[in-house]
């Protein structure tokens, strides 16, 4: 497993531009909404018991999330579980407006993005790995944010700010 500083190395290479970070606060969260609702049609369902494809994803993310940083996990399993529990709310309704709630959110997720390489002048990492570009994006976002209020990031490791 990459270290995290490496990891978020490589995908900062690609996000230097304030106009590329702030369209991804955007599109970043609406893509991950969106994969999350097909995964949601995949679900098991037992009287007092539903667990969905989504939810193992996440849980399994923020797993690796937690071998990486167990601070970042734990604020990372904030943010997603309100996400998650809208994308299965999502899957749940009929497939026809099910299906047009996931595109409409993975296209536009998909714009916001596109806008912010066409700004930042470099394609989009995940075209250089995919993996990596995909697991470290909410990672880089909710870093980028934590440094906007104050809290300093060094090679993988928590710190406050002086």
Not at 73 to 92: E, G
Not at 143 to 155: I, M, T
Request: charged share 10%.
């Amino acid at each position: 497993m990459e270290p995290l500083g490496r990891q978020l190395e490589f995908y900062r290479s690609y996000h230097r531009t304030p106009g590329c970070k702030a369209t991804h606060f955007f599109g970043v969260p609406l893509v991950t909404f969106s994969i999350l609702i097909p995964m949601g049609w995949l679900s098991l369902e037992r009287p007092g018991f539903h667990i969905s494809g989504a939810m193992a994803f996440v849980l399994g993310t923020l797993v690796y999330y937690f071998l990486l940083d167990p601070i970042l996990a734990i604020l990372m399993a904030l943010i997603m579980a309100p996400v998650t529990w809208a994308a299965d709310l999502a899957s749940r309704l009929p497939f026809g407006p099910s299906l047009a709630v996931f595109l409409a959110t993975f296209i536009g997720g998909w714009v916001f993005q596109l806008v912010g390489h066409a700004i930042e002048g470099k394609r989009p990492a995940l075209l250089d790995n995919f993996g990596q570009a995909v697991f470290t994006s909410p990672l880089f976002l909710l870093l980028e944010a934590l440094e906007a209020f104050g809290w300093k990031r060094v090679w993988g490791r928590s710190t406050a700010a002086p």
